[in-house]
């Protein structure tokens, strides 16, 4: 394992927020990852376990313990046939895009539309991870994780992972380390039925219906770059943790409030606000609405330090010189002014650290 000694964590977050850590080490093996995460718990000191730093906004004062770097590597395929799929174990540090893009080219569909993505592999299960009608909870078999309370490796199952919209049974603790992840894809040229209505336009298909998985993934990169949801590093709308609020999940009674208030604020003329019915009789709606309607348009706190994108109002970015405080300040900002005109609480989907939204 290799050790760092005040390393800036900025450079390892998609915020690019974040002092020094204390001590950073690179776990390139999977037993590398275990000894490390044992060693931290046995000195009872403070672990940060960071993969690709996508959904992290870290301290500005940096991390006082040790900070694990997930830097293991390896996409195995462990069975492949037209029955059963492809069964394909990926290491928990791996890139996520770079495997959506061979599951493309290998012909293994149900990760298409989770393209261009940041991160790594290992995250996607902590947070249910999806757009554009696809989530992961769809695909992974099994999680393989490090437990730390009961100090040995599990094996658990999609059903053990309590997957819901945007959670999972790993997320909002720190007891798991996931290791590695396995996902059941399907065999084929064709992606899974595309569900988003704009997609479905873009590629000129109706919803519901296949298209060749290249196209399918070359049509979502668009939209996510329309979006600023692609790393570039030249573009600050991507300097982000993506969405930064998760769309609100209502029951029926506060989406009826929630449509009284809009016509209050906006005018009875106005359409209502977007409605997606969602198990258990509750409705889902959009933060983005939401935020625009609650007067936060794009580009809302420019010119910086921190502003919403100029391309997509769920995006908190960094213009360059923004500290976590910024971040977190506007992020604030945004969730105050919709509740105070809706009636909503939106929920952050990053992970805050030493700041309190």
């Not at 606000?273 to 007067?295: M, N, Q």
């Amino acid at each position: 394992m290799r050790e760092l000694s005040g390393e800036p964590l900025a450079g390892h977050t998609t915020m690019r927020v974040g002092g020094p850590a204390a001590r950073m080490v690179v776990a390139e093996t999977t037993d590398e990852l275990v000894d490390a995460v044992r060693e931290v718990d046995d000195a009872d000191e403070p672990l940060l376990v960071l993969g690709g730093g996508s959904n992290l906004v870290l301290p500005d004062a940096g991390f006082p313990g040790t900070v694990v770097l997930v830097a293991t590597r390896g996409v195995v395929v462990d069975s492949s046939d037209s029955c059963g799929g492809a069964t394909v174990v990926v290491a928990a540090g791996e890139p996520w895009d770079p495997f959506v893009e061979r599951a493309v080219a290998e012909g293994w569909s149900g990760v298409e539309a989770l393209s261009g993505i940041p991160g790594s592999s290992g995250a996607t299960p902590i947070q249910n991870v999806g757009a554009y009608g696809q989530e992961v909870a769809q695909t992974i078999a099994r999680v393989r994780v490090w437990d730390r309370l009961e100090e040995r490796v599990r094996t658990m199952t999609s059903l053990d992972c309590r997957f819901t919209y945007r959670h999972s049974l790993f997320k909002g603790t720190d007891r798991y380390v996931v290791l590695d992840v396995m996902f059941q894809l399907v065999l084929g040229d064709l992606s899974q039925p595309v569900r988003y209505a704009d997609l479905a336009n873009q590629l000129g298909v109706a919803v519901g219906e296949r298209v060749p998985l290249g196209d399918a993934r070359e049509a979502v990169l668009v939209q996510r770059r329309r979006r600023g949801m692609v790393l570039d590093e030249a573009d600050h709308d991507t300097w982000s943790c993506g969405s930064f609020f998760t769309n609100p999940l209502l029951s029926e009674a506060e989406f009826a409030d929630l449509e009284a208030r809009v016509g209050d604020r906006l005018g009875a003329d106005v359409p209502g606000p977007p409605r997606f019915p969602e198990p258990g009789g509750r409705v889902k709606t959009s933060a983005a609405w939401l935020i625009e309607r609650a007067g936060f348009g794009k580009g809302f706190g420019m010119p910086g330090p921190a502003a919403l994108s100029t391309k997509h109002t769920l995006a908190v970015t960094n213009r360059g010189d923004a500290r976590a405080a910024d971040v977190v300040a506007l992020a604030r900002t945004v969730r105050d002014g919709v509740r105070e005109a809706f009636g909503v609480t939106l929920v952050n989907e990053p992970v805050i650290l030493g700041e309190t939204l």
